[in-house]
């Protein structure tokens, strides 16, 4: 019959066994890390991307916006610059016609301010045109007039050859035939008041 083990026999047999189980336990880790290695040499790294390149693609674009965003103002300019001559040259060539006409001529703007008035409407009127004032103000004296143009200006009414009587500074009477017309932009909205005059004094006295 064999010996029965001693409790030192024991101690160094589990010793043994812990110790082998020890050196399984590190050479499968050992193992499975030089594997994993091995994996993560043959995949194909991801390129990376510098931070100068970025850096130079960021400012080359922002270089194309800026150029472009100048081109652009450049030419908006320059239409603007041909628009105000062509309005210029425009206005020149009214003003020349409206100095021809036979009749009184006075445009109001669509605040009411004068914006071109002709020689003969200050000489028919006996009004100062020259600074820039509503017609409430140029027509302080002939309130028949200025009552007219207002009312064109708050309903659009259009008046045609109405007949005005006024005193002028001589204490003499002078009678005119005023026409008030609205003048409206594209959309419909009121742009501007146009008042023509014909002195009608002559005829009054004939009559």
């Known amino acids: 019959m064999g010996k029965l083990l001693t409790p030192q026999n024991l101690i160094l047999l589990m010793g043994g066994v812990a110790l082998i189980g020890t050196l399984?336990?590190?050479?499968?880790?050992?193992?499975?890390r030089s594997f994993g290695r091995d994996l993560k040499a043959d995949k194909p790294k991801p390129q990376k991307v510098r931070v100068e390149d970025e850096a130079a693609f960021t400012l080359t674009t922002i270089k194309s916006v800026v150029t472009q965003l100048k081109t652009d103002q450049q030419a908006l300019q320059e239409q603007l610059i041909a628009a105000e001559r062509r309005a210029q040259e425009n206005a020149r060539k009214f003003e020349l016609v409206a100095r021809e006409l036979e009749h009184g001529l006075i445009v109001?703007?669509?605040?009411?301010?004068?914006?071109f008035s002709n020689p003969l409407a200050r000489k028919m009127l006996i009004v100062d045109t020259w600074s820039r004032r509503r017609y409430t103000e140029i027509f302080r004296e002939i309130p028949a007039l200025s009552d007219l143009i207002g009312r064109c200006f708050e309903t659009g009414t259009e008046v045609r050859r109405n007949p005005i009587e006024f005193q002028i500074p001589d204490g003499?009477?002078?009678?005119?035939?005023?026409?008030?017309?609205?003048?409206?932009?594209?959309?419909?909205?009121?742009?501007?008041?146009?008042?023509?005059f014909r002195n009608a004094t002559a005829s009054s006295a004939q009559a």
């Open 108 to 115: 109001f703007d669509v605040a009411g301010y004068v914006s």
């Open 172 to 196: 003499s009477k002078r009678r005119v035939e005023a026409s008030v017309l609205p003048i409206r932009d594209q959309s419909g909205a009121m742009e501007s008041v146009t008042c023509i």
């Open 24 to 32: 399984l336990i590190l050479a499968v880790y050992l193992l499975q």
